[in-house]
């Protein structure tokens, strides 16, 4: 299992004992990505003699908890650095994205509301049409109450009409009867007495026949009251009707006015729209030369890449090539003085050491041929990435390449000590050898010198030209990464205040829906009221005038019935004086 440890070196005593390495277990990882903390354990580990106290080293451990490998944490570190910021932010982007969910979800939530809300206030004004039409409907079937007496009425005063007509037929004779007495009278015809009381009771008959009017009068009285009621209740719907009318006209005109902005709205946004699009052509352009400046930029990076490993590989075989010269001196005095037993206990010790030396050189060395991995790797993501995801890789890259120079240079150094080390304990071999009686050569072979100064300079030197040119290219390619993405930054301020245009005229559009909807529901009331009033204002106008003709045939048959009293009365009076002339009688 792999452990972050924290290295601790104990020195020895006043005595010069040897320092003793150990190392305290911080955190222990579990997965991939999850780490967590451990109880602070002390481990044993000579193997680490070779680091700084209190470097921090991954140490993987057996289930025995012995050491199994050792490396430097520091870069591992800063991947699992890199690694977490690249977690953050994709989780920012994530919440990013919530809170973008969650705004339009209240957006819709809020018009879910809106909408809501106007249904409801429409079906308020419905119950209200509604009930304003049950209103109407028993109106109606109160004023058709009142034809249906007003028609009883109307029969009644006919049946008096031809009554009345009938009595004055029956006037009519008798008149004509006196007249024909009195025709007689003058011939000298008598009347007697039992005439003179027939005739009396006839006329006392016809004026007991006459029809009063009185009552009659009374309830065409009251049927004009009821019809004025109810022309008194129909008016406020009339001016209701005629406000909902006015209400009408007004929102015609402001949908006129609407339609009218909407369309200019509408070709503004338009011709924007059309510039836009346009500044889009170009900047395509723009970025496909960019693109292909960065292809070359690339091509130009990867020999200026080539040159610089070139150099780097030339130089590192020019320093482990050279004589190596030891820095610590052999006492061979001493080791010819020292006893056989311990001189090849040290040199066992000096050859582990090695061993862990050569160990951890290799385990850098196959991590430089990671780096180089993951350089190759992430030359060829870049190769086929989008522009937009060019700049991070490239930014990667560059760290990348920073720490493969860094680990190479660390690298120089340590083949060196190798190399050191490595001749140490070769002397020390020899001279144990040499105690054990065996031959040992004292030449040692000769390493060629061999000037790589002119080659280095050669490579050196095309490697600073073609360094000049990719820092030319980069500084174009800035400039117009920098121009496009300012025309980028423009086209995205311009599409988003298209966007906030469009929303306004998508608004507009459904606010001249909504009002063209109110519109045609106010019609609607106005033709439903209309369709609903007329008819009962057409009946109680046709009522009125019948009892405005009820009236005037009233008054005619009060006038007749007067005319018709007085000609008895008149016709009592000649008879009374006939009565009264016994003379004439007699004759």
């Given amino acids: 299992m792999l452990y972050l440890a924290e290295l601790q070196k104990q020195k020895g005593g006043l005595l010069g004992g040897s320092s003793k390495t150990e190392l305290k277990l911080?955190?222990?990882?579990?997965?991939?990505?999850?780490?967590?903390?451990?109880?602070?354990?002390?481990?044993?580990?000579?193997?680490?003699?070779?680091?700084?106290?209190?470097?921090?080293?991954?140490?993987?451990?057996?289930?025995?908890?012995?050491?199994?490998?050792?490396?430097?944490?520091?870069?591992?570190?800063?991947?699992i650095l890199q690694n977490f910021s690249r977690q953050l932010e994709k989780f920012k982007?994530?919440?990013?994205?919530?809170?973008?969910?969650?705004?339009?979800?209240?957006?819709?939530?809020?018009e879910m509301n809106r909408r809501e809300m106007d249904m409801e206030v429409r079906l308020e004004q419905l119950q209200q049409m509604e009930s304003d039409f049950q209103q109407l409907e028993s109106q109606k079937q109160e004023v058709e109450?009142?034809?249906?007496?007003?028609?009883?009425?109307?029969?009644?005063?006919?049946?008096?009409?031809?009554?009345?007509?009938?009595?004055?037929?029956?006037?009519?004779?008798?008149?004509?009867?006196?007249?024909?007495?009195?025709?007689?009278?003058?011939?000298?015809?008598?009347?007697?007495?039992?005439?003179?009381?027939?005739?009396?009771?006839?006329?006392?008959?016809?004026?007991?026949r006459v029809a009063p009017t009185e009552a009659v009068r009374e309830h065409l009285r009251l049927a004009f009251e009821l019809v004025e009621t109810q022309q008194a209740t129909l008016n406020p719907h009339w001016q209701q009707l005629e406000q909902q009318r006015t209400l009408a006209n007004q929102q015609q005109e402001e949908i006129d006015r609407l339609l009218q902005t909407l369309s200019d709205r509408q070709n503004a946004w338009q011709q924007a729209h059309n510039s836009l699009e346009q500044q889009t052509v170009q900047l395509k352009v723009n970025t496909a030369t960019l693109a292909s400046k960065q292809?070359?930029?690339?091509?130009?990076?990867?020999?200026?890449?080539?040159?610089?490993?070139?150099?780097?590989?030339?130089?590192?075989?020019?320093?482990?090539?050279?004589?190596?010269?030891?820095?610590?001196?052999?006492?061979?005095?001493?080791?010819?003085?020292?006893?056989?037993?311990?001189?090849?206990?040290?040199?066992?010790?000096?050859?582990?050491?090695?061993?862990?030396?050569?160990?951890?050189?290799?385990?850098?060395?196959?991590?430089?041929?990671?780096?180089?991995?993951?350089?190759?790797?992430?030359?060829?993501?870049?190769?086929?990435a989008p522009d937009q995801d060019q700049i991070n890789l490239e930014m990667e890259l560059t760290d990348e390449k920073d720490l493969y120079q860094m680990l190479n240079e660390t690298l120089v150094g340590q083949r060196r000590n190798l190399l050191q080390r490595q001749k140490f304990v070769k002397q020390h071999q020899n001279v144990l050898l040499k105690r054990q009686g065996q031959t040992v050569s004292d030449t040692e072979e000769e390493n060629n010198n061999i000037d790589f100064r002119p080659i280095l300079l050669q490579v050196d030197t095309q490697r600073q030209q073609q360094s000049q040119?990719?820092?030319?290219?980069?500084?174009?390619?800035?400039?117009?990464?920098?121009?496009?993405?300012?025309?980028?930054?423009?086209?995205d301020n311009q599409i988003h205040e298209q966007e906030e245009k469009q929303q306004e005229?998508?608004?507009?559009?459904?606010?001249?829906?909504?009002?063209?909807?109110?519109?045609?529901?106010?019609?609607?009331?106005?033709?439903?009221?209309?369709?609903?009033?007329?008819?009962i204002q057409d009946s109680l106008d046709g009522l009125r005038q019948k009892l405005q003709n009820i009236g005037e045939s009233l008054a005619q048959v009060q006038e007749t019935g007067d005319y018709q009293l007085q000609t008895i009365s008149e016709m009592r009076q000649t008879l009374q004086n006939l009565m009264s002339q016994p003379e004439l009688l007699a004759s």
């Fill in 505 to 535: 005229i998508k608004m507009m559009e459904e606010n001249l829906l909504s009002l063209r909807t109110a519109t045609a529901e106010c019609w609607g009331r106005v033709n439903l009221y209309q369709e609903a009033l007329q008819p």
């Fill in 295 to 384: 292809e070359y930029a690339q091509i130009v990076k990867i020999h200026w890449q080539y040159q610089e490993d070139l150099y780097q590989q030339i130089r590192s075989f020019a320093a482990s090539s050279g004589n190596v010269v030891l820095s610590q001196k052999i006492d061979v005095e001493a080791l010819q003085r020292m006893p056989i037993e311990e001189l090849q206990k040290t040199i066992q010790d000096l050859t582990n050491k090695l061993e862990i030396d050569s160990s951890f050189v290799h385990d850098q060395e196959q991590e430089l041929k990671y780096k180089q991995e993951t350089i190759e790797e992430l030359q060829n993501k870049i190769r086929q």
């Fill in 93 to 110: 982007l994530k919440e990013d994205e919530i809170d973008q969910w969650k705004e339009s979800l209240t957006f819709q939530a809020q």
């Fill in 145 to 208: 109450t009142s034809r249906e007496q007003i028609e009883q009425l109307q029969a009644e005063i006919e049946r008096n009409r031809q009554e009345l007509e009938g009595a004055w037929e029956h006037l009519r004779g008798e008149q004509r009867r006196l007249e024909e007495h009195q025709a007689d009278s003058q011939q000298g015809t008598v009347l007697d007495e039992e005439q003179s009381r027939v005739m009396s009771e006839l006329l006392e008959r016809l004026s007991n």
């Fill in 469 to 491: 040119e990719l820092q030319k290219l980069e500084h174009e390619i800035e400039q117009m990464r920098s121009a496009i993405e300012l025309d980028q930054g423009m086209i």
């Fill in 26 to 79: 911080l955190a222990c990882q579990r997965t991939d990505q999850n780490w967590s903390t451990v109880s602070e354990e002390v481990i044993a580990a000579e193997e680490a003699s070779k680091l700084n106290d209190g470097a921090l080293v991954l140490v993987e451990l057996n289930p025995n908890r012995q050491v199994q490998r050792i490396q430097e944490a520091g870069r591992p570190l800063v991947n």
